[in-house]
Structure formats: structure tokens, C-alpha cells
Nanobody, 122 residues
Framework: QVQLVESGGGLVQPGGSLRLSCAASFTLDYYAIGWFRQVPGKDREGVSCISSTGGSIPYSDSMKGRFTISRDNAKNMVHLQMNSLKPEDTAVYYC????????????????WGQGTQVTVSS
């Protein structure tokens, strides 16, 4: 059974940082993992993806330079380091996979976690 579990969300002030984590019920080493976010009433937005070999691609220019995706295969986790957070980054953040070693387009993911809430507010 393919399961993904996000953690690390919370309330942070503008300009602050958070690190989200994505844990899996399977060995993550061989697969690309993507991070996405969604605000209620809006379409889901791609954040970034990391391939099985560690190459990453951003899905959105608005987060480039502030968000960094990484993987820790020893701990079977993928992280999303978020710096210089803005109120408009408030959303539920999801990790996802299509069990493919390469990053797919933002619409090409099959398996999703339940999400973790990130709220940026003073």
C-alpha cells in the first residue's frame, strides 16, 4: 500500500521558516517526490519535485529561491525547506508520487498524502 505522510506544518510569522517532511510506507529512494499546495477554493499549485537521483525542478517561479526540496534516503524522507515565508504561502501542503524515478508534470501524480497546514501570519 502506497502511503505518504506530511508533517512539519504550523503557524509562522512572515519572514520565518518551516521545514516540511514527507515520510512514506515504501522505499523512497527509487522515486520522484513532488510537493504541492492548495488554498481552499483555489486550484492545487505545484511547488517543486525531486527525482530519484536528487535533481530538482521548481513548478512555480513564485517560490524559487525561497523553497528548497531535498531528500534523505537514509531516513526515507523528502523535505521542503521554506524560508522567507509570506502570508500568501498559507496553504495545505501535500507530497505526492507517481512511483516514477523522474519528475512528472505537475498534473501527473497518483498518490497523495493527507496534507499539512502552513499558516503564515503575524
Amino acid at each position: 500500500q502506497v502511503q505518504l505522510v506530511e508533517s512539519g506544518g504550523g503557524l509562522v510569522q512572515p519572514g520565518g521558516s518551516l521545514r516540511l517532511s514527507c515520510a512514506a510506507s515504501f522505499t523512497l529512494d527509487y522515486y520522484a517526490i513532488g510537493w504541492f499546495r492548495q488554498v481552499p477554493g483555489k486550484d492545487r499549485e505545484g511547488v517543486s519535485c525531486i527525482s530519484s537521483t536528487g535533481g530538482s525542478i521548481p513548478y512555480s517561479d513564485s517560490m524559487k529561491g525561497r523553497f528548497t526540496i531535498s531528500r534523505d534516503n537514509a531516513k526515507n524522507m523528502v523535505h521542503l525547506q521554506m524560508n522567507s515565508l509570506k502570508p500568501e504561502d498559507t496553504a495545505v501542503y501535500y507530497c505526492a508520487t507517481d512511483l516514477d524515478p523522474q519528475c512528472n508534470t505537475a498534473s501527473g501524480y497518483t498518490y497523495w498524502g493527507q496534507g499539512t497546514q502552513v499558516t503564515v501570519s503575524s
